[in-house]
Nanobody
Framework: QVQLVESGGGLVQAGGSLRLSCAYSGRTFSTYAMGWFRQAPGKDREFVAAVLWSSSTTSNSNYADSVKGRFTISKDNAKNGVNLQMDSLKPEDTAVYYC???????????????????WGQGTQVTVSS
C-alpha cells in the first residue's frame, strides 16, 4: 500500500509564495511518477506539475502552461517525495492541491489524473487579491 501525506498549504497574498510537500511511504516501483493536481470549486481536477522517479539518472518534469515559470517541482530524497515551490501566486491559483503518485512505463511524467493510482488527502491553497 502507498500513503501520500501533503503539507504546506495556506493563505497568501497575490504575488507571494508557498511551498507544498508530499511524503511518500509504502510500496515502491522501478519507475513511477509523482505530481500535483488542483481542483477549484465547480471545476475539474487539473494537472499542475509532475516528475518521474526512475532507476536511471535521467528524470524529467512536466508543467501546466498556466504555472510554467512560476512553479517548480523537485524531488525530496529524504522523504521519498516531492515539493512544489509556488512563486508569484495569483488568485486563480486558489484550489485544493492534491499529491498523486503511480507506476508508469512512460518516458515522460504523465499529465492525466487517470494515470495516477495513489492520491493524497489534499491541501488548501488560497491566494487573496
Amino acid at each position: 500500500q502507498v500513503q501520500l501525506v501533503e503539507s504546506g498549504g495556506g493563505l497568501v497574498q497575490a504575488g507571494g509564495s508557498l511551498r507544498l510537500s508530499c511524503a511518500y511511504s509504502g510500496r515502491t516501483f522501478s519507475t513511477y511518477a509523482m505530481g500535483w493536481f488542483r481542483q477549484a470549486p465547480g471545476k475539474d481536477r487539473e494537472f499542475v506539475a509532475a516528475v518521474l522517479w526512475s532507476s536511471s539518472t535521467t528524470s524529467n518534469s512536466n508543467y501546466a502552461d498556466s504555472v510554467k515559470g512560476r512553479f517548480t517541482i523537485s524531488k525530496d530524497n529524504a522523504k521519498n517525495g516531492v515539493n512544489l515551490q509556488m512563486d508569484s501566486l495569483k488568485p486563480e491559483d486558489t484550489a485544493v492541491y492534491y499529491c498523486a503518485a503511480g507506476p508508469t512505463l512512460s518516458m515522460t511524467a504523465p499529465t492525466m489524473p487517470g494515470r495516477y493510482r495513489y492520491w493524497g488527502q489534499g491541501t488548501q491553497v488560497t491566494v487573496s487579491s
